[in-house]
């Protein structure tokens, strides 16, 4: 009940505080293709039913038809004033109309598209479809770089599975386990906190896991000094090869 009402509160007036940022580059995307500045999306939410998210469009019209649902930095549908946009993480705002209409929290697991998402979750990862997915959690921010990760991948799908997948379940896991009120804060602080310092913010990641007592392994990929390495995802011994099964 707490969480509910602080996700009304702080999405009703963090709309209210960049509503006209948002309306100054709704016109400015609009003014470049003449299409609708918003892109509206089916993900997968709360036990596994569908929701439109809604987003401030960063791509080309009609970019989704493409079938890729990873996006790189070098990605060429990315349109340039969709890089400010992605810069300065306005799709994401935008989806505190999802918060104040229940269909997100403020923080919890990214939604997934179901083709490339929930498809291939396993059991361990079906138990994320047991909360409201958030607009940040900690896997968000240990893979805000998620674009640069898969530039220049010629299956940015496959490899999002092999390096980036895995480890995102098993830190919204990790936040499953140990969420509260408090733990959300401290979030959504060290959410804001990455925008201005990466370095910072993974460094207080990194303080949050240990206190949450996570292993060791985890705590190390989500300090993110190393290179990341192809994993199986939690409840499962078999790195993604293909997904051509899907």
Known sequence: MIKRLFDI???FFGLLIVSPVIVVFC???????????FYVAERIGRRGRPFRMVKLRSMIADADKSGVTSTSNTD?????????????????????????WSDMSLVGPRPNVTKWGIELYTDEEMRLLGMRPGITDISSIVFADEGAILAGAKEPDLLYNQLIRPWKSRLSLTYLEHQSWWLDVELIVITIVGLFSRDLALKL?????????ADDDLIQVASRRDRLNPAPPPG???IVTSLNHV
């Open 236 to 238: 499962s011994d078999r």
């Open 205 to 213: 990641i990194e303080k949050v896991l240990r206190g949450l007592q």
């Open 9 to 11: 509160l702080a999405a």
């Open 76 to 100: 060429n549908r990315i349109t340039w004033i969709g890089r400010l946009v992605r810069a300065a993480k306005l799709d994401e705002i935008t989806q505190l109309w999802n918060v104040l």
């Open 27 to 37: 016109l400015g995307i609009w003014l470049r293709d003449f299409h609708n500045p």
